[in-house]
């Protein structure tokens, strides 16, 4: 890779904050060492317990939310609005970012976000023959399409970012059948489905899944490690000695082993729609 990074926009979990979600996800950011650089934002509203029925929150003011469920149905929100402006007044005061990547109710807010995205970016296309996503990619882990249906119509066209769609099959907080249909909604998307619940995988294994979709929406590669030192000249008193027991002096042209690169691993579960 040459350049700087690619620069990939966070959003955490409900109940969760940046903090939290940085600390989670530090497995993600050593996988995608060299290739981009996660920025964490905490979403506006600050959860109290009264807001919520089914999840612990402290009255820290540390348990937050992209929006907020009208209780006991949880099917209308409070601050979804205030989120979206909240998102985008950051991108266009922090950004630009090539990517956004979402968890949860995190992953759901980027999926709208998308959404607004490729609308704008459609009417661009209508208006000036050119189409200029605010983001060139999306990952989502364990999202979902919101129930609100004041917000159904971000859903109504098919979104036009490349995207990777990661869920657990055991999940039993999202069902797996709602991060599919959050999939369906993308016209270009990789999904990923792994056999455990409500978290991002970050086990070795999943290195080349995050790699590979990036690289293939990018091009953009991990850098070449340097090639390995298998053997070193002999130095001081002992090259000496050589040299003088052979009669001739050590040749400084030895052949440097080459450093090979070969495919990256994507797991069998992942399935792209293109």
């Given amino acids: ?47 109290r317990p009264a807001d919520e029925d089914r ?17 006991p149905h949880r099917t209308t929100f409070r601050g979804f609005d205030e989120s979206i402006a909240y998102v985008q007044a950051h991108c266009q005061r922090e950004g630009p970012f090539d990517g ?27 208006a000036q023959g050119a189409a200029t996503p605010r983001f060139r990619f999306a990952m989502m882990f364990a999202g979902f ?7 159904q119509h971000f859903y109504e066209k098919q979104i036009h970012i490349p995207s990777l769609h990661v869920y657990g099959e055991s999940d039993g907080i999202i069902a797996p059948h709602n991060s599919k249909r959050l999939a369906d909604l993308f016209d270009n998307s990789v ?10 995988p970050s086990q070795a294994s999943m290195r080349g899944v995050y790699l590979d979709f990036i690289a293939k929406v990018t091009g ?3 850098p070449v490690p340097p090639a390995p030192v298998t053997g070193r000249p002999p130095s001081g008193k002992r090259a000496a ?21 070969g ?12």
């Avoid at 976000?113 to 490729?118: D, K, P």
């Avoid at 399409?145 to 917000?151: A, E, F, G, H, L």
Wanted: aromatic share 6%; charged share 15%; net charge negative.
């Fill in 220 to 222: 953009v590669v991990p």
């Fill in 145 to 151: 399409p919101v129930k609100d249906p004041t917000y």
């Fill in 1 to 47: 890779m040459t350049g700087a990074p690619l620069r990939i926009l966070c959003l955490h979990g409900y109940t969760q904050n940046a903090t939290v979600f940085r600390e989670r996800t530090g497995s993600l950011r050593k996988a995608l060492k060299g290739v981009a650089e996660l920025f964490y934002l905490d979403a506006p509203h600050k959860l």
């Fill in 55 to 71: 999840f612990p929150v402290e009255d820290d003011g540390q348990s937050l939310a992209w929006w907020i469920p009208d209780l």
């Fill in 100 to 126: 956004i990547l979402g968890f949860s109710q995190g992953a759901a807010m980027t999926a709208v976000l998308c959404s607004q995205a490729s609308a704008a970016a459609g009417a661009e296309q209508a």
């Fill in 241 to 261: 000695a050589q040299s003088s027991s052979n009669g001739s002096t050590a040749s400084s042209s030895e052949a440097s082993p080459s450093a090979s690169v």
């Fill in 263 to 274: 495919d990256l691993p994507t797991a069998s579960s992942t399935t792209p729609k293109l």
């Fill in 191 to 200: 999904v990923h489905v792994h056999v455990g619940g409500h978290f991002l």
